[in-house]
């Protein structure tokens, strides 16, 4: 299997790397610059400039965009257009690091966990814009998209325990009460569901077990 894993630099992105890359699968990273991962080939490509034509040949497209300043934020709905433009009417599927921000709180889907009481004011731009760019991907019935959001505490140096729980749409929490996964045990959840290909054209989450 033939992955593409886009802003592979991140931290994120070269844990993914390094997950697809046990696994076996033949990774490629999509870089702006020098190739900081462990991946043997290496795309050199600003993510607003990738074209149908970078990505030809994948079975497998993973985002690892992310953007935190508030001037910046915009590009979580620019980045996916390019990316699903890039994809359009192809049989490679779009895995893309979401938010759990746009995770909702209750059984009727009419609110999301950033509407809800008590969520960080400070997390509230980037929520925004994940829920906004979630919206438009759900528009997408050209492309071959998965949203994966992960737990609310997104751990970047939480250890890996190789187990987690797989969700839907709702905030989950675990036994202890939890909502929590680390960036390693993410990776894991994004490198099965490459493999696997269960959710096309839907959001799931992950969460620490």
């Not at 509407?115 to 997390?123: I, L």
């Not at 959001?149 to 729980?165: C, L, N, V, W």
């Not at 960036?183 to 839907?202: L, W």
């Amino acid at each position: 299997m033939k992955v593409a894993v886009v802003c592979a630099n991140g931290k994120a992105g070269r844990l993914i790397v390094d997950e697809a890359l046990k696994r076996g699968l033949d990774v490629t990273a999509v870089v702006r610059g020098e190739n900081k991962t462990n991946a043997p080939h290496t795309i050199k490509r600003d993510i607003l400039d990738i074209t149908a034509e970078d990505l030809k040949g994948f079975d497998v497209v993973i985002d690892a965009f992310g953007a935190w300043e508030p001037s910046t934020l915009h590009l979580y709905s620019d980045t996916q257009k390019v990316l699903c433009d890039a994809l359009s009417g192809s049989e490679t599927r779009l895995l893309i690091i979401g938010g759990a921000g746009s995770l909702y709180v209750n059984k009727e889907h009419t609110k999301q966990y950033f509407q809800a009481e008590g969520f960080p004011e400070s997390y509230m731009p980037v929520a925004t814009a994940a829920a906004k760019a979630l919206g438009e991907l759900r528009k997408r019935d050209d492309v071959k998209w998965t949203y994966v959001s992960p737990a609310s505490d997104f751990q970047a140096e939480g250890e890996r325990t190789g187990k987690y729980i797989l969700a839907g749409e709702e905030l989950t929490l675990n036994a202890k009460g939890e909502s929590v996964i680390s960036y390693a045990d993410y990776a894991i959840a994004m490198i099965d569901e490459a493999v696997s290909g269960k959710h096309i054209r839907q959001r799931i989450s992950v969460v620490k077990e």
